[in-house]
């Protein structure tokens, strides 16, 4: 007779830490603390998987929220399989999307996904990581192959999405192709055998499918899913985004870019941040909490902006663009090492803002002078229109863009 299974407190407390800040499905924190004992006392690892879809060529922090709890992850000797959404990508993943996403080529793709696993070995050992590519099984697929993966969902199913259900709504159109997408990312659980799925609380859907299709299949105990908060971009309303390039941290900005964003977020996001973009223990975090009640919030902001640019920069890095910091902010102060651009005749400040890369676009320099962040000689700029002289003088944008006009 099969003794009877008893839950051990060391797997309840590692599937607390691991899920924190997360939603759990089915089960909750109780299946995956069976899952983590199971494992170890069988030997054979979880198998955790983490899609990606290479749509940019960077990534930001909010990324790895979810790159994090791979690390906790591959920490207790699990494996970690990471997938590159080669055929998916070519799809475009319709998630929260308010209509149809352009498709992206072989080529793009390609390109994109080379510097993906070079950041992300900034937070865990890709190294030790399986890395695989759904188009190696979904490029191969027949038309039988795909008659059947997609027999096993209903259109009404598809239409219980929230973004598919209000683009319909609305009139907008729905290609059949997008349809395909968490569909294929579900085959993807079948193909790379998952035991665990994480995601960001927009992948609720297609996350959830995967077991579906896993059972439909033939696996008999489908995978967990593991879906995380999406993290707002430093104006705290949007999730952060390369979309909004204003408002997002990425892992390859530079350590003064990245401590002067993470000053500009508000108050209300600084516990959030705390949470999922540190590891600070959760005695901590409680804290933090209640120094936020007593104390000014840009001490404590400070710390936060001093321990995640220090994940992802050196020491020496870190401090200097906290002193920085301090300078050009708090003490009002100028930069010392101002690069210089040539003025070689007046330039519409629309024009010269996108020329020295300060903005992505001209919407995006109309909008930071509408919120008078671009200053010449520290004097507001308001006019659009407006043109620079070919003069010695100092234009800056935001908080910590500077250049030397000479």
């Known amino acids: 007779m099969e003794a009877k299974f008893q839950l051990k407190e060391e797997f309840i407390k590692q599937a607390e830490e691991i899920s ?6 089915p089960g909750g924190v109780k299946e995956l603390a069976i899952k983590l004992q199971k494992s170890k006392e069988s030997g054979i690892p979880i198998r955790v998987k983490l899609g990606m879809d290479p749509t940019r060529p960077d990534l930001h922090l909010g990324h790895t929220v979810v790159m994090k709890k791979l690390k906790k992850f591959q920490e207790l000797g699990h494996t970690i399989v ?3 959404g080669g055929a998916t990508a070519m799809v475009g993943d319709p998630s929260g999307k308010s209509e149809t996403r352009p498709a992206l080529t072989k080529e793009q793709v390609e390109e994109n996904a080379k510097t993906y696993f070079e950041q992300m070995s900034k937070v ?14 979904l490029h191969k697929m027949q038309l039988t192959d795909l008659l059947k993966l997609a027999s096993n969902v209903t259109v009404a199913q598809m239409m219980t999405r929230d973004d598919f259900a209000k683009r319909y709504a609305e009139g907008k159109p729905i290609s059949i ?6 569909l294929m990312q579900a085959y993807d659980s079948v193909a790379i055998d998952a035991d665990i799925e994480l995601g960001g609380t927009d992948q609720r859907f297609n996350v959830l499918l995967g077991r579906e299709i896993q059972t439909a299949y033939g696996k008999p105990n489908p995978q967990m899913v593991m879906l995380l908060p999406l993290i707002e971009g430093t104006d705290g309303l949007v ?10 941290i990425s892992l390859t900005d530079s350590a003064k870019d990245m401590y002067g964003k993470l000053m500009s977020i508000p108050d209300t996001l600084i516990v959030k941040y705390f949470s ?9 975090l409680k804290k933090i909490e209640e120094r936020l009640k007593t104390e000014n919030p840009r001490d404590i902001k400070m710390q936060l902006a ?3 640019t220090n994940e992802y920069h050196s020491d020496e890095e870190t401090k200097k663009a906290q002193d920085e910091f301090v300078n050009v902010v708090q003490n009002k102060g100028i930069p ?12 519409n400040i629309l024009d010269l803002l996108l020329e020295l890369g300060f903005v992505s676009s001209k919407g995006e320099a109309k909008r930071l002078i509408a919120g008078g962040g671009v200053k010449l000689d520290n004097e507001k700029i308001t006019d659009i229109t407006m043109s620079v002289p070919a003069k010695p003088a100092i234009l800056q944008a935001g908080k910590r863009k500077y250049m030397r006009l000479v």
């Open 336 to 347: 010392e090492d101002i690069p210089s651009h040539k003025m070689d005749g007046e330039k």
């Open 82 to 84: 990471l997938l590159v």
């Open 124 to 137: 865990l050992d890709t190294s030790k990581a399986e890395v695989v590519n759904n188009a190696d099984w």
């Open 177 to 182: 192709h997008e349809f395909f997408y968490p």
């Open 306 to 308: 001093y321990t995640i």
């Open 276 to 284: 999922l973009l540190t590891d600070i223990s959760d005695a901590e």
């Open 20 to 25: 924190r800040g997360a939603e759990l499905l």
């Open 239 to 248: 999730k952060m985004s390369k979309t909004y390039p204003e408002h997002c």
